[in-house]
């Protein structure tokens, strides 16, 4: 029955593979052409919930009617729900927000003429990356730049008359996909490393495992008896998902209706209320807030350590903003941006260490020095995805005209991205979140011009999307999720899950990147960008102009920031009641941040009043109540999300002239 192999877990899979192409052709159309509420962009994406509930609502309850023995058991719908947690990597802010149109953007700039045009020519860059030709030099010098036919229509819309131009993406496609294969592999290798060390040495919470376990079910459960998982048959959690459906069904209403229903205000803004004294320098963060009650929810299950470090570190610094602006000559306010980036780093130096013996174990499973145990299966398996996917990361950017140094140093900060964002999902468990403050051009800045060139710029810059951006979507956040998903699982079997999530992502980037190409030839009302392009060349004649100082302001605002880190981890590892972690302040001064510290608040809140008033047991009791909550607002979503489109489906409505309840977009 447990065997990966066997019938049961092979229609397992195809299920799977059958909901991830669901996922690759909906959530595009979906987010980007219907401009409707993203749907798989957070780590619980409304899309993998919903096909996760038709499972256990609908086509499990059918099956039993069938007979008992066709049910898919716990441990079937936790690998179901895996790989298509893999799945939901691609189509959204996981990568095909970005890519390929980045590529496109990049092309067109380079032949747009000018400095860029020239650094493009003088460099040499490879055109197997690109669709269209990039500019060269002629035999007396000149610059000479091309149409960008290809990219252009890409970016706009086809031509009249014109046909997809499938064969000129296909070296481009295989060229990228070979780095970003490499990104997958060695952060699904990295996180096969860090979960068992974190889940059963360091026993970290993962919030966002109850949300999975809860519609997954107990593995011990009898699915003959009680096909339904426990939380479905708890009162307690129908009151607070149905609270939350009631709240967004008016709120949805009253936007279709045009105020006939009556609206539930979840958001506020005092700036009006502010405009006298030292609230009129008040930062938007203590003037403008919404909740949002999948936070609320969340939050109830984070440690209160890492709750208070969040909602605290963000109030705090809105208020140090705040009076700063008002009482301190030219203020610098963006200093926490350097701060956070030294506290990364001294979060990312603590993990390591706190995993440095696993990490040996990993490496001896690698050698083939350690016994043959199903754990150092999995381990071995682990480490090689991890070590082969970084050895080709570092050769893929050598080939592309990256100095070999930088490529290692690239990898490197590759790697501390998908470190830090797995480890500050497994402690805080924050749904929506991507690693902007660490960056390999973070690590890039540090440097002097003259060890540079424009190949690094532009790769470095491009790095931002495919490892910083796409970490909204961490591959190895998915991997530590998936991997906890089954309860029961063998080391054995989460080895196999190791491989089988990259195939899937393997598979959807072919998919995925088709209907991605696809819609974009065939809609000019996309609305994504790339966020990065050749801009990042043109940096290269103002560093070159400029003079290189290591010790800045910018230095020393990191240093404080690592210093400040490592302390903080010290007092948390030495005292067990300290209340403030350094995760916290990577959420100050971002948009995230900024948005969710309220809900962050009253979760813990909640939390910490029921506890202190009326005990450990009835936490516990309350726990399905905040999972409801959770539940009920990605339902609402997933309701409202199918509302408009089931009006331009009826009634052949142009969409943009139909209204939309978005419960939240991401920038």
Not at 76 to 94: C, H, T
Not at 217 to 245: H, Q, T
């Amino acid at each position: 029955m447990r065997n990966w192999f066997s019938i049961r877990n092979g229609i397992a899979v195809l299920v799977a593979l059958l909901g991830s192409v669901i996922i690759w052709g909906v959530v595009p159309y979906n987010n980007f052409s219907l401009n409707n509420t993203y749907i798989s962009d957070s780590f619980i994406p409304e899309i993998v919930i919903a096909l996760m509930l038709l499972l256990v609502l609908l086509i499990n309850p059918l099956l039993r009617l069938v007979g008992p023995r066709w049910v898919l058991s716990r441990s079937q719908v936790a690998l179901i729900s895996g790989l298509m947690l893999f799945s939901a990597i691609l189509p959204g802010n996981g990568l095909m927000r970005m890519f390929p149109r980045f590529v496109a953007q990049i092309n067109q700039e380079m032949n747009a003429g000018g400095v860029t045009s020239k650094i493009a020519a003088e460099v040499g860059f490879r055109s197997s990356l690109f669709p269209d030709p990039l500019p060269e030099l002629t035999a007396d010098g000149q610059v000479r730049t091309y149409e960008t036919p290809i990219s252009d229509q890409f970016l706009d819309e086809l031509y009249e008359g014109q046909s997809v131009p499938w064969s000129a993406w296909v070296v481009p496609m295989a060229a990228w996909g070979m780095l970003i294969f490499a990104l997958w592999m060695m952060m699904t290798g990295l996180g096969g490393i860090v979960y068992p060390q974190w889940r059963e040495q360091e026993r970290l919470p993962f919030p966002l495992l109850n949300v999975y376990h809860a519609l997954i079910g107990d593995p011990e459960d009898d699915v003959s008896a009680r096909v339904l998982p426990a939380c479905f048959y708890n009162k307690v959690f129908w009151i607070g998902c149905i609270s939350v459906m009631i709240i967004h069904a008016f709120r949805g209403l009253s936007i279709f209706t045009h105020g006939a229903f009556p609206d539930f205000p979840l958001s506020w803004d005092l700036s009006p209320y502010f405009t006298d004294g030292l609230m009129r320098s008040a930062s938007g963060t203590l003037k403008n807030q919404m909740i949002f009650f999948s936070i609320v929810g969340v939050a109830f299950f984070i440690p209160s350590r890492y709750s208070i470090s969040i909602w605290g570190w963000v109030y705090g610094y809105a208020w140090y903003i705040t009076l700063g602006n008002a009482y301190i000559p030219a203020f610098r306010e963006g200093q926490v941006d350097n701060q956070a980036f030294g506290a990364l780093l001294a979060i990312a130096v603590w993990v390591l260490w706190l995993g440095r013996s696993h990490w040996a174990t990993v490496g001896r499973a690698m050698l083939g020095r350690a016994r043959g145990s199903d754990e150092n299966f999995r381990d071995a398996v682990a480490g090689w995805m991890f070590a082969l996917g970084g050895a080709g990361i570092v050769l893929w950017l050598y080939w592309a005209g990256c100095s070999l140094w930088w490529s290692v140093l690239a990898m490197v900060g590759c790697a501390l991205v998908a470190l830090l964002m797995a480890r500050i999902i497994a402690e805080t468990g924050i749904p929506v979140l991507w690693m902007g403050r660490m960056s390999v051009a973070g690590l890039t800045a540090l440097l002097p011009a003259s060890w540079l060139s424009p190949v690094i710029l532009l790769f470095s810059s491009v790095l931002g999307v495919l490892v910083g951006r796409m970490s909204a979507m961490s591959a190895a956040v998915i991997t530590t999720l998936a991997l906890g998903m089954d309860r029961t699982a063998n080391p054995k079997t989460q080895a196999r899950l190791l491989l089988g999530g990259l195939a899937v992502l393997l598979l959807g980037f072919v998919i995925c990147g088709a209907v991605h190409l696809n819609m974009g030839y065939h809609s000019s009302q996309i609305t994504t960008q790339a966020k990065v392009g050749a801009a990042a060349i043109n940096d290269w004649s103002r560093m070159e102009r400029e003079p290189y100082h290591f010790f800045t302001p910018e230095r020393t605002d990191q240093a404080v920031g690592m210093g400040g880190g490592l302390g903080l981890l010290w007092a948390c590892s030495r005292f067990p009641s300290w209340p403030i972690h350094p995760v916290g302040i990577i959420f100050c001064r971002i948009s995230i941040g900024n948005l969710m510290w309220f809900s962050v608040f009253l979760g813990w809140l909640f939390k910490t009043a029921i506890t202190r008033l009326f005990g450990g047991g009835a936490y516990r009791k309350s726990r399905p109540f905040f999972l409801g909550l959770i539940i009920g607002e990605l339902l609402s979503i997933i309701i409202w999300t199918l509302v408009p489109v089931i009006i331009i489906w009826l009634t052949g409505a142009n969409p943009a002239d139909v209204p939309r309840y978005m419960l939240m977009r991401y920038p």
